[in-house]
């Protein structure tokens, strides 16, 4: 079974530009999640989707973050513009259904993003 | 809301030593308890979890006792090995709520 495959795996841009990552969950996983990761702490949830609607989008900087999740598989992530404080690994992961606390979620490898 | 505490790094041990990484948690309700491991250059891997109270949750020779009274979740392995290198997570979720709160990660050095 395929994992969750994420992209690009590693970026560099310059504080003001834009930058997009993609994501590609487990086939049939109706739930996907965006977390950010900054160097020595855990994850933090950015937002959840359930198929291609929002669940929880409340960590989520909205005025330089957007997601959307059309037809309700793949993923983008996009900031605009970057800041300095958005290096950070961001890590995308599936998960089967929505709305069990016991449900696993599948994680991608990550995209490590340096903002210079 | 929900926090995790995790034991400071970085551990290192020798092979074959005893671990324990000690992890604490705030929570509302029923959480479901979890341990992540994330190995160089690759994502984050559930390694075991427990959903309530006494529960042991167990895998890959590590195991965790889901402790309310303590509200304690603590990671024990009686002989590492260098492929446990790695960092572990310990993270939380509120009963019908996927949504993970994490520890900020322990990184488990094994020296032959």
């Known amino acids: 079974e395929a994992g969750v495959a994420q992209s690009p795996r590693y970026k560099i841009i310059e504080k003001r530009q834009s930058v997009a990552f993609w994501c590609n969950p487990i086939?049939?996983?109706?739930?996907l999640y965006w977390y950010q990761q900054i160097l020595g702490q855990g994850p933090k949830l950015l937002i959840q989707f359930q198929n291609n609607g929002v669940v929880d989008d409340s960590q989520l900087p909205k005025d330089r973050f957007s997601a959307e999740r059309l037809k309700g598989v793949d993923s983008t992530l996009k900031i605009q513009p970057a800041k300095l404080e958005d290096s950070a690994v961001y890590l995308c992961?599936?998960?089967?259904?929505?709305?069990?606390?016991?449900?696993?979620?599948?994680f991608g490898p990550g995209t490590r993003l340096t903002v210079l | 809301g929900n926090s995790v505490t995790q034991m400071e790094g970085p551990v290192t041990l020798s092979e074959e030593a005893f671990l324990t990484i000690n992890c604490t948690y705030t929570a509302t309700g029923y959480p479901s308890l979890f341990w992540y491991v994330q190995y160089p250059g690759e994502g984050l891997q559930l390694l075991l979890k427990a959903t309530k109270a006494d529960d042991k949750g167990s895998n890959k020779g590590f195991e965790a006792t889901y402790r309310k009274e303590t509200t304690s979740f603590h990671l024990e392995k009686g002989s590492v090995q260098v492929s446990d290198s790695a960092v572990y997570f310990c993270a939380l979720n509120n009963f019908g709520n996927e949504k993970l709160t994490f520890g900020t990660g322990t990184r488990l050095t094994i020296i032959p």
């Open positions: 992961a599936s998960s089967l259904d929505f709305g069990s606390s016991y449900n696993e979620q599948f």
């Open positions: 086939s049939g996983h109706a739930t």
